[in-house]
């Protein structure tokens, strides 16, 4: 079975300084996981995926994350926060085999910017 | 840009009443899928749809729940009889048929049980 954990369900840093957001998962297959970013009363958007190509994947809005195998962890970093990033961030594991592409979620991460 | 669209975005009833949900994939899209987030809890994956038939679905989508795509656009989700428990944003989401399998999200339907 898969599963996703975030640490940490609150994340806060100042403007401009380095946001980090972790996950780890578990996989009995190779996965593929994803990013998505929920602002306040609005859906869910993809920010980025990795799909066994690059293990450093680049997204929207300045985000990237790097796949390690070894750590099972795809953790989404920026190098600079900016107040527009405040939101509720969720990483998110499928397998992608056949049929079967239910999207398995982790708890999200609120992030909040300060000036 | 091609977009996932629900409708409505905010439905309130009474506690046995049926609902329907309603989405709009994105037209070359050929996987369907509804999950639903409870205020303060994770996204949940109820059921996915492929080629008019459910693929998948999880131990939350039981006979009080159902889809069906009635036309070439639409998806919809029906709760036969809702419970206090169903209160949550119901999001559909669709996908293409081949990879990378990235699905894209509609802006959800909050759903309010009285």
């Known amino acids: 079975a898969q599963s996703v954990t975030q640490l940490g369900s609150h994340v806060s840093v100042s403007e401009g300084a380095l946001v980090l957001l972790r996950c780890n998962y578990s996989s009995s297959v190779p996965p593929y996981l994803f990013w998505y970013v929920q602002y306040p009363n609005q859906g869910l958007q993809l920010l980025l995926k990795y799909t066994s190509a690059a293990t450093l994947v680049k997204g929207i809005n300045g985000f990237e994350a790097e796949f390690k195998k070894s750590e099972t962890s795809f953790h989404l970093t920026k190098p600079s926060a900016h107040m527009s990033d405040a939101a509720e961030y969720f990483c998110?594991?499928?397998?992608?085999?056949?049929?079967?592409?239910?999207?398995?979620w982790g708890l999200g991460t609120s992030l909040a910017v300060n000036p | 840009e091609p977009e996932v669209t629900q409708t409505p975005s905010h439905q309130v009833t009474q506690m046995g009443q049926e609902v329907i949900l309603r989405c709009v994939p994105i037209?070359?899209?050929?996987?369907f899928y509804w999950y639903r987030q409870i205020l303060g809890q994770k996204v949940e994956f109820l059921v996915s749809?492929?080629?008019?038939?459910?693929?998948?679905k999880s131990e939350i989508f039981d006979d009080q729940f159902s889809v069906e795509r009635p036309d070439g656009s639409n998806f919809t989700l029906k709760i036969r009889s809702t419970k206090l428990e169903d209160s949550a944003m119901y999001f559909c989401a669709s996908s293409e048929a081949t990879g990378p399998y990235e699905q894209y999200f509609g802006p959800g339907t909050r759903l309010t049980v009285t």
């Open positions: 749809f492929y080629n008019n038939e459910i693929s998948e």
């Open positions: 998110a594991v499928t397998s992608g085999a056949g049929n079967n592409r239910k999207l398995i």
């Open positions: 037209s070359n899209h050929l996987y």
